[in-house]
């Protein structure tokens, strides 16, 4: 929602939230005066597009508070991964969506990924991308894409920003000449230039591998140290992740 201000894509004016914390809607209203501060059922009734971003355990809760005032003429969208579209359709009446975004939205980057339910007409799903490219780049997958592209777009932020900590924890372990926010400054700022090298220069990952690594150097050897552990950790990763998702999904309720 504050991504969605802050880039004048929405007006206050235009803007309804509900939530169960008065510290958060208090921040809101001192971020963001003029938008309405309302109950869930009041939000319902109100407005054509509502988002739903709360975990999948407290869905249930959330539906029934708006229960009576949804439609078909509504499009519902949630940001929670667990729940299949199938069992989104058949307990709410409205066109459903999910929509996984990224904390790389509160600077209108990143990918935010979208997954249609079937009675989502084209007309809502131009209006929601629309809406979306303002803060991200929209892209719709199937839902059996989910679980790996969300670990790639929505976790990768986090993911990522571990392995660079851990580069750089690692390094002054080795020598602690080094200090830990030297260390820091220096995979941040290699980091901040490689993703320049990728938007700027378009450079593929693969070819910076092969700039970097020439034959016989120190960083090709770096490179074959890691080849022992990293895919395997990636692998372990996809597959576990995929697992508990699945898990959660068969012990969902909604």
């Given amino acids: 929602m504050r991504a969605f201000l802050r880039s004048g894509a929405l007006l206050p004016k ?3 939230v509900a939530s169960r914390s008065q510290a958060k809607l208090d921040a809101i209203l001192v971020d963001s005066p003029g938008i309405h501060v309302v109950n869930s059922a009041k939000l319902a009734a109100e407005c054509s597009m ?3 971003c709360v975990g999948a355990a407290d869905l249930a809760a959330v539906f029934r508070e708006i229960d009576q005032e949804l439609s078909s003429e509504q499009l519902l969208i949630i940001t929670n991964s667990t729940v299949p579209l199938k069992a989104l359709e058949e307990r709410v009446p409205c066109g459903t969506v999910k929509l996984i975004p990224s904390i790389a939205q509160e600077v209108d980057a990143g990918i935010a990924l979208l997954m249609y339910g079937s009675r989502v007409d084209r007309e809502d799903r131009i209006l929601l991308e629309e809406l979306l490219s ?7 997958i199937p839902e059996s ?3 790996p592209v969300i670990g790639l777009t929505s976790g990768g932020p986090a993911l990522i920003a571990y392995v660079l900590q851990m580069m750089a924890d690692e390094a002054v372990r080795n020598n602690p000449d080094i200090s830990p926010e030297l260390a820091r400054k220096l995979v941040e700022e290699t980091a901040t230039a490689t993703m320049k090298l990728i938007a700027e220069a378009n450079m593929p990952l693969d070819k910076i591998i092969r700039r970097v690594a020439v034959p016989g150097g120190m960083t090709e050897f770096s490179i074959e140290i890691l080849s022992r552990y990293i895919p395997q950790a990636w692998q372990t990763l996809f597959q576990e992740t995929a697992e508990r998702e699945k898990k959660a999904r068969e012990s969902l309720a909604l």
Wanted: hydrophobic residues 60%; proline residues 6%; positive net charge.
């Fill in 50 to 52: 509502i988002f739903v």
């Fill in 134 to 140: 303002h803060i991200s780049r929209p892209i719709v």
């Fill in 145 to 147: 894409m989910a679980r």
């Fill in 14 to 16: 235009d803007v309804f």
